[in-house]
């Protein structure tokens, strides 16, 4: 397996981009990583050699403020364009970054491609399911797309469905349409359209409409929507968490020395959640519909993150996730 | 002030309104509550007589599963559907309920009527904001409507600022369009569509596109978008913060004798917490845009909530809101 790596995107690259590489690919010996940017500060966070990491020189960067088709399309040179160009042409299998969201949307649809059978893609993000039910569940799309079709949540529940089976090893996972209200008749007339689909869909085990409410009780493995309400309700799960967490944080430290004492005790228990919650743990947001793996990480991410993307992408690959895509939608029609 | 109250709508109806009418009844003397319902179920909660608590007999009930529109037209004795007529006639001045929410939509629009200006009446909610610049936020459509129009949205940034003036003495309120980035032009269609919108409002203080990330830290006091993703916007605050207190309980309670230890240190500061999130204390959500105060309160509200959501309507019409808004549409055109 050989993944492009696009060692420029990111807050913290090339540093922490390399970092997560090496402590990937000292675990995974059948990983080859190809690390795409500029050689000579790749090189200078490489203390050693590893049989398993190649670094392929790109002179250009694009940055996080570029327009993302304007910069795929003339910054021919920057490492994102020449990894993803590297999985076209079949030299590597996969592309991770952590750079312009933008920009490698736009490089995995005009450069890698579409899968045949479907429209848009869109973007899986994995969470963490605080029932006893299950561990995890994906939503699909959070955000690729700002306008979405009822065609396009059809098959963002089959592409979610054999994610969750392949990734997560779920067997007949359930897919959970979010609404407005739990009844069949509820909903905008986009998630109607998409309802009556979802039923057909014979690819799926759809279980009807489900609420934001109760997501993180793991009300289902798959949850599909329109890019534009994932994109809010990723946010919403994202920023209320950290204000909780935030809010809890003060609690303990302004409200005297009982307060500090008992965060004190506490201090493992809410380490535990923290860590519950740090759903960088399941790796990047796949950019799900191409012809190979395509994954986001934050750009944010440090060595810990990367890692744990690479390891993700790792379990795509070897689970033969994008074959039996690719088999599904050919031997539909 | 006359304030018509539905009784026997909410799960704990008429106890819990009863008992929550006698709390607001006793303090707010310039109020005068006339509850509609079965006379009898209310006189036994009624354990003495107030002089500004007044009760109108209605025989019928309509209950959380009946269709909406069908029970508003045909329940014409139901308490909802003769509260709704008492103050389209103007004996009183508010409608206040805790049951159907489809059929208080219903009964707002098609008995009571939109105020001159507003296309669709939108649900608005105030949530607390954790940070110091200020106490709380609006944000409207939370779900009256599953399909909004930029035009709807336009008006329920008029609405909302002056609902943030009036009631919570906000000048020169901020308005925020959730999007799924903060750049102008960003955005679905309907959002690029409502910020040209938003940009020419006169009436209103545009501060451009929002995240839902940034809610809760008070990136704005109003927050318009369509009814389908300020749903889940909403469902999803509600069911993050519920999940993460679960988790919280659950680490305190699980862990041993040293995290309940630090628990019982905390259970101060958690409850401040708790009481912070706990925002029935702003009242229940208005349905915004009809000729006066149409208030839905949550099912389970119980005494406090009932007394608080009574205390909002109070200032609604205290402050004049409703007469602002309507010489504000009659005098624009």
Redesign the interface.
């Known amino acids: 397996m050989r993944i492009a790596v696009d060692a420029m995107g990111g807050d913290h690259a090339p540093k922490e981009i390399v970092k997560g590489c090496i402590k990937a690919a000292k675990e995974f010996k059948d990983v080859t990583l190809v690390l795409y940017g500029k050689e000579d500060a790749i090189r200078a966070e490489l203390t050693e050699t590893y049989e398993n990491i190649e670094i392929v020189h790109a002179e250009e960067t694009i940055k996080s403020d570029d327009d993302p088709v304007r910069s795929i399309r003339r910054k021919k040179e920057s490492s994102m364009v020449k990894a993803a160009y590297s999985v076209k042409n079949g030299e590597n299998h996969a592309l991770f970054s952590a750079g312009n969201t933008g920009a490698l949307l736009a490089a995995g649809t005009l450069i890698i491609g579409r899968m045949k059978g479907i429209d848009r893609p869109g973007l899986l993000a994995t969470f963490p399911s605080?029932s006893n039910e299950r561990a995890v569940f994906n939503m699909i799309d959070v955000?690729a797309n700002?306008?979405s079709k009822p065609l396009n949540i059809d098959q963002y529940a089959t592409l979610g469905s054999y994610y969750s089976n392949h990734v997560h090893g779920v067997s007949n996972p359930t897919v959970g349409l979010?609404n407005?209200g739990t009844e069949e008749n509820?909903?905008?007339?986009l998630?109607k359209a998409a309802y009556k689909l979802l039923k057909e869909n014979t690819a799926i085990n759809f279980i009807g409409n489900v609420?934001?409410?109760?997501?993180?009780?793991g009300v289902a493995d798959v949850i599909v929507?329109d890019?534009?309400?994932g994109?809010?309700?990723l946010?919403?799960?994202?920023?209320?968490?950290?204000?909780?967490?935030?809010?809890?944080k003060s609690?303990?430290m302004d409200?005297g020395i009982?307060?500090k004492?008992?965060?004190?005790?506490?201090k493992?228990?809410?380490g535990?959640?923290k860590n519950?919650?740090d759903y960088s743990k399941y790796g990047g947001a796949v950019l799900f519909g191409l012809k190979a793996p395509v994954i986001k990480t934050h750009g944010s991410a440090t060595e810990e993150p990367v890692y744990h993307t690479i390891k993700q992408i790792r379990g795509m690959l070897e689970s033969n996730l994008l074959e039996d895509l690719i088999q599904h939608f050919e031997t539909r029609d």
Do not use: P, Q, Y
Request: charged share 20%.
């Open positions: 605080l955000g700002s306008d979010l407005n509820k909903g905008s007339e998630s609420e934001s409410r109760d997501l993180l009780n929507t890019g534009f309400t994109n809010a309700v946010k919403t799960i994202e920023g209320t968490a950290l204000s909780l967490m935030g809010v809890i609690a303990i409200n009982k307060s004492l008992g965060g004190l005790l506490l493992d228990s809410l535990d959640i519950l919650l």
